[in-house]
C-alpha cells in the first residue's frame, strides 16, 4: 500500500496562550483605536513599534494594516509618482506589482536566477530606467545583497525590501530588511507572524519614518508613536502629507507582541523542517534542489525546487499524483493564475517585455508551504512521497 499524507497544509499553530491573553485585555478595555490610549497608557501598537524597532536594530518603525499597505506606503514616501518607473523582481506575488499600480506607478520587472532570486546582471541592465527598486525577497530567497546594494548606491537607486518571507532571515548576519532604505514585513497569517493582516516598516532615515506615519493616517498625533521621529521632523512634512489611512489596531499588536518574541524559536523550528525535506529531496532524477548560499540565513516556511525542462503535462501529473496521496504542491510558473501564481506576465495591467531565460526558470518552480504544524516525521514522509511521484513521471 501507498502511504498518504494526512495533514493540512494551511493550518497554522494556535495563537499562544499568552498573546491570547493580551487579546483579551484590549477587548475588555475597549481601546482597539491605536491612539484611544487611556492617560499616561503606552498603546500595544505603539509599544509593538518599539519592540520591533529594537529587534531589528531599526531607529523607526511604523505597524500597518497589511504588507502590501506597508509596500505602497514605502513608494509613496520615497516619492514615486504617477507614471514613475520601479524596478521589481518577475518572480514574485501579486501584491509587489500591486503596490506600484496603487501609486499609478509602472512596474519595470527584472529576470530570476535558478537560485530564486533577482538576476543581478539584469538588473544592472535596467539600473537606468528607475529610481527605485522594490526588491522581492520571495519565498524568502535573498540575493548577493552586497553586490545589489552596491549597484543600486552607484545608479542613486532607492531600494524598498520586501521581506513578507524573510521576517527573521539575514544575509552575512545583517537583518533582512536592514541593508535598504525601507523594509516592509506582512503579518498576514500565511507568513512568520500571524495576526491575520497586518504588517510593519522600518528605516534608519527620519524623514522617511515621518512621512510613512502621516501617510498611514496618524491625525497630527504622531506624538503617540514611541518608534517614530521628533516633532521638528513632523513639522516639516506634516501640511503637504496625505492620510491614506492604513493603521494597525490594538488587537493585532497584542498578538503580535509575544510572537514577535519568540521568533528566534519559531525559525529553527521552520529550518529544522525544511532542512528534513530538503535532505529527503536531494538526489530525486530530474529535480533541482534550489541550493542556499552561505551568506544567507533563511526561514525555511516553504520549500522550493525546480523541475527544468519538464512539460506542461509532466509538472501537471506530478501534482497530481503528489495530490492523490495527500501533498500539495504549488506550481508558481503555471501558465494560468490561480492562487499563488506569481509570473510577471500573469499581471496585465502591466507592460512587460519577453524574459525567455526567466520563462524557463519560471515554468519550471514548484513551491510547498512548510507549517509548523507538521512534524519531523511528517516531513520525512512528505519529501518521501514527492520523490517518489516525481521520479515515477520522470522515468515515463
Ligand atoms: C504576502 C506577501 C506580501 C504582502 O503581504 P500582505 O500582508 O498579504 O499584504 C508581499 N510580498 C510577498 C512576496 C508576499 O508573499
Partial sequence: MTERFSGSFTQQEPIPDEAIEAALAVLRHGRLHRYNVAPGELSETALLEQEFAAQM???????????????????????????DAVLTNAFTLAPVPGAIASVNARPVFVG??????IDLDDLEAKLDRAKVLMLSHMRGHLCDMDRLMQ?????GVTVIEDCAHTMGAAWRGQLSGRQGAIGCYSCQTYKHVNSGEGGLLVTDDEMLAAKATMLSGSYMLYERHLAAPGPEVFERIKYTTPNVSGRMDNLRAAILRPQLRDLDR?????NERYAEIESGLRGTPGLTIVERPAEESYVGSSIQFLLLEWTPEQIAE??????????????????EPTGFTSRYDSWRYAESERMPETDRILRGIIDMRVPLTFSLDDCGLIAGIIRAEVGAVFQQ
Fill in 57 to 83: 536594530g531599526a531607529k523607526y518603525c511604523l505597524a500597518v494594516s497589511s504588507g502590501g499597505y506597508a509596500l505602497a506606503t514605502a513608494l509613496r514616501a520615497v516619492g514615486v509618482q504617477p507614471g
Fill in 151 to 155: 549597484m543600486c548606491d552607484a545608479a
Fill in 112 to 117: 530570476v536566477t535558478e537560485g530564486l532570486t
Fill in 266 to 270: 519559531q525559525v529553527r523550528r521552520w
Fill in 318 to 335: 506530478v501534482l497530481r499524483r503528489c495530490a492523490d496521496r495527500g501533498v500539495e504542491l504549488k506550481w508558481f510558473g503555471g501558465a
